[in-house]
């Protein structure tokens, strides 16, 4: 057990090292504690030096499910809750992203806000292997970072479109136990946390997330026409742009998508007109 993690601290030190130093803004090392149950205080330390002297970014799972926070805390019995094993080890930045976070306290939650730690909100795969569900109105009022992400295949899509839909599902699902008051996410905060708000959990909103000028030039170009010509959603004369944008979100997939642009740069689309009616 010593051994792997000796050598998995050698090796983690040569990869990240080798790769902060390729030019490419596409491609950034992430240090990645898979969750705290499968590191040893030890390998969790080494792992954050490392981040801290690479300036690299981090990962990892925490409060997925109720089971697993009480197994992690039976693990680590000197830590009060999930969130100080990895500040104990510097692991918490305003570099850190942390997946799933439905079971945080709010003594995690005002840990993340302080630090800067980003939550990767995972919608489908939390309601697909039945862990619970987030309480992103929460931790937006909290002024937490949120964004969006998959973990698949822990759920069954890795389409931030689709997740973006689950986010806004999930949290109406939640608003059935909340007072009258407790605002559900609108589709705007959850395109938001698929967008800017995911730029924000990596630290780079600087560079990415929305159009700002300045910013790298991340696109899809949308067209209401899917491949032949043939609508993937109705539009009427009378629907505002927001109308449109609304039944994308609701309605679009990728035959809505057509053309991609990275970091300025045009990226190839499938072309599906050649398969016709098949």
């Known amino acids: 057990h010593m051994h792997t993690h000796m050598h998995t601290h050698m090796h983690t030190h040569m990869h990240t ?29 080494e792992l954050g030096k490392i981040a801290k002297d690479e300036n690299l970014h981090i990962q ?58 980003g939550v990767s909100h995972c919608p489908i795969s939390n309601l697909c292997i039945k862990s619970g569900i987030l309480d992103a109105r929460h931790l937006l009022d909290r002024g937490v970072k949120i964004g969006l992400g998959t973990d698949v295949s822990g759920g069954y899509s890795s389409s931030i479109l689709e997740t973006i839909r689950l986010s806004i599902l999930s949290s109406k699902a939640l608003s059935f136990s909340k007072p009258p008051e407790y605002k559900e996410l609108s589709h705007h905060e959850a395109f938001y946390m698929g967008t800017l708000g995911g730029a924000k959990v990596l630290a780079m909103d600087d560079i990415i997330g929305n159009f700002e000028v300045g910013k ?10 899917g491949p032949c010509h043939k609508r993937v959603f109705d539009v009427t004369e009378d629907d505002t742009d927001e109308d449109v944008f609304m039944k994308y979100l609701y309605l679009g997939d990728d035959r809505n998508i057509s053309k991609i642009f990275v970091d300025g740069r045009e990226r190839v689309v499938w072309e599906l007109e050649e398969f016709g009616d098949k």
């Open 17 to 45: 090292h080798m790769h902060s130093h390729i030019q490419n803004s596409l491609v950034k090392p992430i240090i990645t504690p898979r969750f705290a149950p499968t590191c040893s205080e030890k390998l969790l330390r």
């Open 216 to 225: 790298q030039f991340d696109a899809l170009i949308i067209s209401t026409q």
């Open 60 to 117: 990892s799972h925490i409060c997925e499910q109720k089971a697993e926070v009480k197994y992690t805390l039976d693990l680590f019995p000197s830590c009060r809750d999930c969130a100080s094993i990895f500040s104990s080890s510097n692991l918490l930045t305003n570099k850190t992203v942390m997946a799933h976070c439905i079971y945080l306290s709010e003594c995690e939650i005002e840990l993340f806000h302080s630090t800067g730690v």
